[in-house]
């Protein structure tokens, strides 16, 4: 039997309906829950077997080793494998890649803000539109396709070069693909190729939630700064700023982590200097080190843990 409540604000009893279909729509509507249930069940089992069990997996290898006689996995459980992350050409590679994520996060949110803050206070109808159209526009894209196309301008014969040569600057690009560690012979094949081509990629990320917090900041504080006095410096120290830090921060959170994990980027831009994700390929692919591919996956896992805790402390999750 169905209960339904009839506009008067008596109930009326209808008769269940018939068939498999009908009785299993009465049973839903009788208990929610049970729906809910059904329909949560499909992903959550994908989430946990397929992703959250092999990641598990992955992540046991860590605690096992390699034979150096046989080049067998020992199953047996230890932390020599992590011990070997501490290896100066290992360790070089977690310092490199962190660095690198560092880096390009700033260069992010330092290019980032001024865009966002545009949008957000000035730009209206057609032109927030454009604005973005301009954003998410690249996200359409291929990411080979961009990466390669950033490899052919950053080539020794690419558009870049010749813009520099057309502007009698050939000079000033000689000197900084002269400077150590960041220069090489080109800039296609130089970590500041890499730095460049990492911001481009992610540099969307950052500014989507950056323009999201500016928008939450309330144009009277602003008013009310310059009312009482403030420069526009110190309005953007003690206002504008810690308002839309948590947006900032969000923003982060996928630059960082998305250069922690990136590998293909440099593999295609960059010196033969390894990064964590070419490092894990590597191992797991070429050199058939199983556990010390899962220790080094380890790393940027134990680094975000950290920095999602710091980002929930500065309000970050509510600017996403």
Known sequence: ?????????????????????????????????????????????????????????????????????????NYEFTLSTYAQLLNPANFDIIIRTVVMAALVTVASALIAFPIAYYAARYAQGKWKALFYLGVMLPLWSSYLVKIYAWKLILAKEGILTWIFEKLHLSWLLDAVLNLPVIGGNSLSVSYLGTFIVFVYIWLPYMILPTQAALERVPGNLIEASADLGATPRQTFRTVLLPLALPGIVAGSIFTFSLTLGDYIIPQIIGSSRLFIGQAVYAQQGTAGNVPLAAAFSVVPIVIMALYLSLAKKMGAFDAL
């Not at 008596?10 to 269940?16: A, D, M, N, V, W």
């Not at 018939?18 to 992903?43: E, I, N, V």
């Not at 992955?58 to 006689?69: A, G, K, N």
């Open 1 to 73: 039997m169905t209960a339904l409540t009839m506009s008067g604000g008596k109930t009326s009893i209808l008769p269940g309906r018939g068939g498999f279909f009908g009785q299993l729509s009465d049973a839903f509507w009788r208990h929610p829950k049970l729906l809910l249930l059904l329909m949560l069940t499909p992903p959550l089992l994908w989430l946990g077997i397929i992703y959250i069990g092999s990641l598990i997996a992955l992540l046991l290898q860590s605690f096992f080793s390699i034979d150096d006689f046989s080049g067998l996995v």
